[in-house]
């Protein structure tokens, strides 16, 4: 039986940033500062944290490199490269031609360099920085539970002190980074509800919460917000995690829950996620060309009952067909 709930977890968060973050600020443009309060902040955090979380923790479970490892190199950054890349560089076009992203932005973004340099490019700044973690992870997904704690440790570390020398590296490579580690670090030891051992349970959450403490130390200007924001991101993504692990322990525990069609919409719309991340803007803008109504209400209906699911299906549609295309190369 299918297990729904990454699939949960990636329907909630990309519905949060796509239907309610984002679609904000074209409802409301000129109060689009005002509406990011720290609360719907630190939700936006949480959200790409559990994204990276999820990715971390399936890509741990799957891959192993070094000597006793399972995977090649070239197998797993070339699966990585064709699953994203052709993907980002449209949507990456999508946003220049729209200007929502400026030309030196969008160059950086497309070289993978903006979790590094100024300018970012707004909203397609996750994509480096999850193609980073992919970089990054035969470094750290190895057979070892101890080698992949302490190259987590020194990895963190070195990306802290990075950051000290040259303030363009991007805070938010380090909180996705991290709980991308811990997600590699969770697919050795325990399942997502953390069902272990106690004597390994306390070692790994000691060195975690050392590491978290560390980050919390150092002053908010290391980080892309406030460190107390980011805390209470951080504990939002196992709080988000753990919320989804009962909606999908309650709705899909019969045995015919691969065949309602509740679980249905949830596969579709989790396997549309990153494709709806990535295009929802050129999307929105289209359709604020096609028809803005001056009416709040009557956009927020027309925005989020109509443009979001058209989203969700063109995201889909683009998925399916890119990954159709893939499998033929």
């Keep these: 039986m299918r297990d729904y709930r990454?699939?949960?977890?990636?329907?909630?968060?990309?519905?949060?940033?796509?239907?309610?973050?984002?679609?904000?600020?074209?409802?409301?443009?000129?109060?689009?500062?005002?509406?990011?309060?720290?609360?719907?902040?630190?939700?936006?955090?949480?959200?790409?944290?559990?994204?990276?979380?999820?990715?971390?923790?399936?890509?741990?479970?799957?891959?192993?490199?070094?000597?006793?490892?399972?995977?090649?190199?070239?197998?797993f950054y070339k699966k990585r490269i064709i699953r994203i890349i052709p993907l980002f560089i449209l949507a990456s076009v999508a946003l220049w031609l729209i200007e929502f992203?400026?030309?030196?932005?969008?160059?950086?973004?497309?070289?993978c360099?903006?979790?590094?340099?100024?300018?970012?490019?707004?909203?397609?700044w996750y994509i480096p920085v999850i193609l980073w973690c992919y970089l990054l992870t035969p470094l750290i997904s190895r057979k070892s539970l101890k080698w992949r704690i302490y190259s987590s440790i020194?990895?963190?570390?070195?990306?802290?002190?990075?950051?000290?020398?040259?303030?363009?590296?991007?805070?938010?490579?380090?909180?996705?980074?991290?709980?991308?580690?811990?997600?590699?670090?969770?697919?050795?030891?325990?399942d997502w509800r953390f069902k272990m051992p106690y004597g390994k349970a306390v070692k790994v959450a000691s060195i975690l919460l050392f590491v978290v403490l560390i980050m919390l130390c150092l002053h908010h200007s290391l980080l892309y917000r406030p460190s107390m924001i980011m805390a209470i991101g951080g504990i939002g993504?196992?709080?988000?995690?753990?919320?989804?692990?009962?909606?999908?322990?309650?709705?899909?525990?019969?045995?015919?829950?691969n065949k309602n069609l509740l679980s249905l919409i949830v596969g579709?719309?989790?396997?549309?996620?990153?494709?709806?991340?990535?295009?929802?803007?050129?999307?929105y803008w289209l359709a604020q060309e096609i028809w803005n109504p001056s009416d709040t209400t009557v956009k927020w209906w027309f925005m989020a009952g109509i443009v979001f699911p058209v989203i969700v299906m063109i995201s889909y549609v683009i998925q399916k067909g890119y990954d159709s295309l893939v499998k033929r190369i």
Aim: neutral net charge.
């Design 113 to 124: 360099i903006s979790p590094f340099v100024n300018p970012k490019p707004r909203t397609l």
């Design 6 to 75: 990454f699939d949960v977890a990636r329907v909630v968060c990309m519905t949060y940033i796509v239907a309610f973050m984002h679609l904000y600020g074209y409802v409301y443009p000129q109060g689009r500062e005002a509406f990011y309060i720290p609360v719907c902040v630190t939700m936006t955090d949480a959200c790409l944290g559990l994204f990276t979380f999820v990715s971390g923790y399936l890509l741990g479970s799957k891959y192993l490199f070094g000597k006793e490892g399972n995977t090649s190199l070239w197998i």
């Design 101 to 111: 992203n400026s030309d030196i932005a969008t160059i950086n973004g497309l070289l």
């Design 268 to 283: 579709f719309v989790s396997y549309a996620s990153m494709a709806c991340y990535m295009f929802h803007r050129p999307i």
């Design 154 to 190: 020194l990895l963190m570390t070195s990306l802290v002190v990075a950051r000290f020398l040259f303030p363009s590296v991007d805070g938010r490579l380090l909180f996705n980074l991290f709980f991308y580690l811990v997600g590699i670090i969770s697919a050795s030891c325990f």
């Design 237 to 257: 993504v196992f709080v988000i995690l753990f919320v989804c692990e009962g909606i999908s322990t309650c709705v899909f525990s019969g045995q015919d829950s």
